[in-house]
Nanobody, 117 residues
């Protein structure tokens, strides 16, 4: 499974961005997917997850009510709609997919999100 993120960029506080994560390869074996982020000098943290069918989602407290995770399995793509962005949302955002009979984790290369105050 290969994952490629896109949609990052520079935005002012209060603005919005939509991240995409396109999967290729053995996409039928993908189960839960998620978005993570890592700010400079900090550990990578979970932002949101979505179940294989898209019906169950979960969010970090810091993004609840502002971010929405979704996936379109027909397009093998996961999304993260980010609204009301804050400077503390600045980080590299990574997508992760758990796939295959061994439930291995696959990561994208990351996309930079910078929120200016």
């Amino acid at each position: 499974v290969q994952l490629v993120e896109s949609g990052g960029g520079l935005v002012q506080a209060g603005g919005s961005l939509r991240l995409s994560c396109a999967a290729s390869g053995s996409t039928r074996s993908i189960n839960p997917m998620g978005w993570y982020r890592q700010a400079p000098g900090k550990q990578r943290e979970l932002v949101a997850t979505v179940s294989s069918g898209g019906g169950t989602t979960d969010y970090a407290d810091s993004v609840k009510g502002r971010f929405t995770i979704s996936r379109d399995n027909a397009k093998s793509t996961m999304y993260l709609q980010m609204n009301s962005l804050k400077p503390e949302d600045t980080a590299v955002y990574y997508c992760k997919a758990r796939a295959g009979p061994l439930n291995l984790d696959y990561w994208g290369q990351g996309t930079q999100v910078t929120v200016s105050s």
